[in-house]
């Protein structure tokens, strides 16, 4: 995830934008009004402008600047009781997607840039010497006096949107519309075709350079000086073309020893370098800035986050003070819907390899497997004495199956279902559902099978 990136997700960053634009616009207008005079302005300009003098611009401008701070306040109350109810209802790891959402930015920043707009222009307005004097001059910016009350009516207009935008955005459709939509999206990122070369593959060169390729990786694995994290955290991105250009740089393999979503410690390894003694302070400091270390996780690189962001919205729906399941069932078809797009993927080489053709960097992706086990294992848990929810989970299992081109996903999911089946049985359920679980069961396994 590049600095950009970062900064896009931040709340504050667009309004930022929008202030500084606004405070640009001012400076700009006011500066044309006064390059201009009623001799040379055209008679269709002076029609359109409304002059209300110094007096009625103070008052306009006062107004228009007092009213979109009030309301800018308004809406970021909203904005955060929003918060609290999707953070308590859905989880608190879904406030990130209310901060990076660009429609509750861009109506904050619109009232702080009107509000900052309109206090610069009002500024400008002006009386030069005794205003008793009849001789006074008065500089009245017609021109951005005019474009302030344009604001203040496309104001009413952001106002509107908002209302219809945060009622939209609690609703479980889209909140799990976006979630999917960021699991597809790391997903094409994390595994797209063609990415990387396996070890020993025919294009990389002869059996024996593919040997001697494999030896080193163990080498490096027994014997690699180990690049430590310097800070805890989550590990949020790896800048993957950066750590080529280090290992192609100093002439070394790189091997990851985390991956984007790990928690590390101070001291933790985060890479190992082979050979031996070659990892020098400049190399160190490189390959720690390639791996970026914070306190949050970010789905832009950790598809496990994007999952695990839906399966908490699935058990928290069947948790008793919620009991809702079919909440639970939307946020598992959309589940679903991503994870299908996961395992319909070829896993990607783990290796990267630089010009001379030799490898260079060795970071593995998250097997598929393990994301169906970090999904199947928790609705086991949680979700065992909801019927509804349970079969939606075998329609789950039945749909990742068809998708799946790994025969050791398939075999997970029929292991899975042999699990879910033997919970929903010790649940304590009646005769008649069990049974009709079992008839599902047996009939996802079929399917399973013959996929």
Known sequence: MSFLQRLRERFWFLPAVLCALAAVLAQALVALDRSLDDRITPGWASTLLYRVGESGSRDILGAIASSSLAVAGTTFSITMAVLALTSSTYGPRLVRNFMADRGNQAVLGVYVATFLYSLLVLRAVRVVGDPGNQDAEVFVPHLAVNVAVLLAVANVAVLVYFIHHISDSIQVSTLTHRVRAE??????????????????????????????????????????????????GYVQSVQEDDLLEIAEEHDVLLVLRVRPGDHVLDGTPLVLVHPPGRSGKDLRDAVRAAVRVSDA??????????????????????????????????????????????????LPSPDRAGPSGARRVHAPRVDPVDIVTEVLDPLRWYAAGDPGVMHATL????????????????????????????????????????????????????ALAQA
């Open 395 to 446: 329609t789950l299992v039945e749909r990742v199956g068809a998708a799946a081109l790994s025969r050791a996903v398939r075999a997970r999911l029929l292991t899975h279902v042999g699990l879910l089946e033997e919970a929903f049985r010790g649940a304590g359920h009646v005769e008649h559902d069990v049974a009709r679980f079992g008839e599902r069961a047996a009939a996802v396994r079929r």
């Open 183 to 232: 699991l597809v999206d790391t997903v094409d990122r994390l595994y797209p075709e063609g990415l990387g070369r396996p070890a020993g593959s025919a294009d990389e060169g002869t059996h024996d350079d593919a040997g001697v390729q494999d030896r080193d990786l163990e080498d490096a694995l027994a014997h690699g000086d180990a690049v430590r994290s310097a800070v805890p």
């Open 297 to 346: 996780r970010s789905p832009y690189q950790d598809v496990s986050f994007a999952v695990q962001q839906l399966t908490e919205m699935a058990v928290r729906a069947v948790s008793p003070g919620t009991n809702d399941p079919y909440t639970a069932a939307n946020a598992l078809d959309d589940l679903g819907a991503g994870l299908t797009h996961l395992v319909s993927r070829e």
